[in-house]
């Protein structure tokens, strides 16, 4: 679970860095939120699964998938803009 919310969460910090212009704002709100998410929705443990991490890395990999499967144009950089 751990490699595949680390990946999803690479992916999704990517598609914020490059249709905000490369802007480094955007990636960190987004790392903090996730980093605070365990403080919000603590641990929920079922015979020894950490199921709040089960549901928070298929979120996070289902949001990469469909950022993935956007057509490549769909966002427009802040540098792109007139």
């Known amino acids: 679970m751990f490699f595949l919310s680390t990946t999803a ?12 212009g490369r ?30 991490a089960h549901y928070q890395a298929w979120i996070m990999t289902a949001v990469a998938v469909i950022l993935i499967l956007l057509p490549v144009g769909s966002c427009r950089s802040a540098a792109q803009s007139p």
């Open 9 to 20: 969460l690479a992916v999704i910090m990517t598609w914020i860095y490059n249709c905000t």
């Open 23 to 52: 802007n480094l704002f955007g990636m960190l709100l987004l790392h903090t939120f996730e980093n605070i998410t365990v403080v919000i929705f603590p641990p929920i443990v079922v015979t020894g699964v950490d199921l709040a």
